[in-house]
């Protein structure tokens, strides 16, 4: 057994293939268990992940997002913060050393259990949520059926279909080209936005001309900068092709 399945059989139990914890690390690219030491609070809140629907009836076959349960993203981060305490002198036996006990009863040396504060208007000002934050909690995995965009000549009713999908879940500013988000807030906000959208995308962009489109952004997670290519690529294409029928 190598490392990676070591975290994912022993400790965190993904014995499955189906697993969340084995769907979450394919999406955000871990192939090995040194990887998982550039996993971060954020991304485990920001980093969805795709799960195939099946078709019933007349219902086609749908891809949802998903995020993985708070208590999932905890258990990651504290195996991550665990390796992480063993200093630059780690081997990939290193993660042996972490058992399902341990892990248990490991807490990281900067936790410190604070004294409780008093009831007021400055315990109270200790829960105000970031936008960003807010985000999280209220984008919802619900099932909202993303259109596969698989074929060239559907453009415009995916098109439609799409931007009416992602105003649901409230995330059209990414599908505005010239929006720029302003106060520190709004920039955290919109990156969430933009992780989310990203990875709607490569779930449902199928056609090489748009995989090619997506490829381009892949380092920075750009959906706004995807969906304006696909726009100028796809747009202009459509609107030759009316003129080309109407002459």
Known sequence: MDPLEHVLVNLLGATTPDSSYRRFFEEYGITQASELASITENRLATVSYGVLTPSVGDTPATIVRMFLPPAQQDRILKIVKWFLSKGTDVTNETWFELTPEVLEYWQPASAIVAPATPVGSDARSSFVESAAAKFRKTIKNHSVPYPKFSEDRFWVTWNTNIRIKLRIHGVQLVLDPDYLPET??????????????????????????????????????????????????YGKGINAQITATSI
């Open 184 to 233: 520190a807030d709004e920039t955290d906000t919109f990156v969430e936005m933009q992780n989310f959208v990203f990875g709607v995308f490569n779930d449902i962009l199928l056609t090489p001309r748009a995989r090619g489109i997506l490829h381009k952004h892949v380092d920075e997670l750009d959906a706004q900068a995807v969906y304006r290519d696909l726009v100028a690529s």
